[in-house]
């Protein structure tokens, strides 16, 4: 299947501080790209649809200036976690749309610990 | 909207053996797709399988195949000779079909372990 990479896999930051995650499509151009919260032993929760080229569309009770997200090419999209808090430490996971299978792939996803 | 209901949180197997895992869903569509995804522990989302609305034909992919039954809006997900590294969680998922920009619809999940 298509690969999607996600960088860091990994952060621990302060709180109040900002954190960039990217999310690649390494083998197919992807113009709509998804970012998911994960808490543990839980479902996947959408966050926002990532297109490129225009702005992203936030899910219900998730908010847009403090989960920035950026889609400048067809195979990367960015979440930044702005002015972070213990409350946002989770698991994101992002996936990308590939067209000519009309399937999405998944990141490995980043664990972020604020402390 | 669009609904996903995996009504089991967890099921074991033996090794060698066949489980099944439900997954029923409610839409008013008639084109659609859906989709079993497997997470092991590594948290790695896996597509495991999908499945086409306007098919009638369930999907296989080696040990893994579906019983789809659209008029019942019911799409389960039966493994073979299930082997160790089989053991992770299982959603079930739902998606329109008019774009591969459509959204994913995802159920609460299944842990499945499979037992030596």
């Known amino acids: 299947g298509a690969v999607v990479s996600q960088h860091p896999s990994r952060v621990i930051c302060k709180s109040g501080t900002s954190v960039k995650i990217e999310c690649r499509s390494l083998?197919?151009?992807?113009?709509?790209m998804f970012w998911y919260r994960q808490f543990p032993k839980q479902s996947l929760m959408l966050m926002a649809t990532s297109n490129e080229g225009s702005k992203a569309t936030y899910e219900q009770g998730v908010e847009k200036d403090k989960f920035l997200i950026n889609h400048a090419s067809l195979t990367l999209s960015t979440l930044t976690v702005t002015s972070a808090h213990p409350e946002d430490s989770s698991f994101y996971i992002c996936?990308?749309?590939?067209?000519?299978?009309?399937?999405?792939?998944f990141g490995p996803g980043t664990r972020l610990t604020v402390l | 909207a669009q609904t996903v209901t995996q009504s089991q949180p967890e099921m074991s197997v033996q090794e060698a053996e066949t489980v099944t895992l439900s997954c029923t869903y409610d839409?008013?569509?008639?084109?659609?797709?859906l989709f079993w995804y497997k997470q092991p522990p590594s948290r790695q989302m896996i597509l495991v399988i999908r499945?086409?609305?306007?098919?009638?034909q369930n999907a296989t992919e080696n040990r893994f195949s579906v019983n789809f039954q659209k008029a019942a809006k019911s799409f389960s997900l039966k493994i073979s000779d299930s082997q160790l590294g089989d053991t992770a969680m299982y959603f079930c998922?739902?998606?329109?079909?008019?774009?591969?920009?459509?959204?994913?619809?995802f159920g609460e999940g299944t842990q499945l372990t499979v037992n030596p």
């Open positions: 996936s990308a749309s590939d067209f000519s299978t009309d399937t999405q792939y």
């Open positions: 499945q086409e609305a306007y098919k009638q």
């Open positions: 839409t008013s569509e008639s084109n659609y797709y």
């Open positions: 083998d197919f151009q992807a113009t709509t």
């Open positions: 998922a739902f998606s329109l079909a008019e774009t591969s920009g459509s959204r994913l619809t």
